[in-house]
């Protein structure tokens, strides 16, 4: 009886440890703009390296999540690649920065905006941003503003 229970209890275990496993996995990948004093900003893929080139893979149908962190508003450019859809799932903190609603497809208009994006159809797709005003005054950086650049590739 005991090395029965013990059995079961070990399956549930593995079970569990699967199940979460699995709910990991579905997850959509997150690129994070944030704010740095050399180039103004940068972007990371799901708390990795930062850097201005990133490329993401994923599977048709799947998504991409944008959090924009920076001192000021970012559009996504679709530059090159199928349709896709882009939507506004949280504008942010509205009072950090002069924008108002309605906001331009892809816009992530204040701090802590987050921006999801669909892909329906394998390719690969290229992007950039557009980015706005700063939102706090005084804000120093050095050298040009970096130009963010996405790969996405659908597969």
Known sequence: MKR???????SLVVVGVVGVGTAGASTAP????SHQLKGCHSWSLNGGKTGVS???HLTHG????ILNTDVMSHQLIKLSG???AMQLVSA??????????????????????????GFAKPGTYTFTT??????????????????????????
Request: proline fraction near 7%; glycine fraction near 12%.
């Open 4 to 10: 029965t229970m013990l059995g079961l209890l070990a």
């Open 92 to 117: 942010g903190n509205p009072s950090v920065g002069k924008l108002k609603a309605p906001y331009a497809p892809g816009l992530m208009p204040h701090m802590s905006a987050t921006l999801k994006v």
């Open 130 to 155: 557009k980015e706005g005003d700063d939102y706090m005054a005084g804000v120093k950086t050095i050298g040009n503003d970096n130009i963010l650049k996405l790969k996405v590739i659908v597969a």
């Open 82 to 84: 199928g349709p896709v």
């Open 30 to 33: 997150t690129l994070t703009i």
């Open 62 to 65: 799947g998504s991409l999540t």
């Open 54 to 56: 990133q490329t993401v």
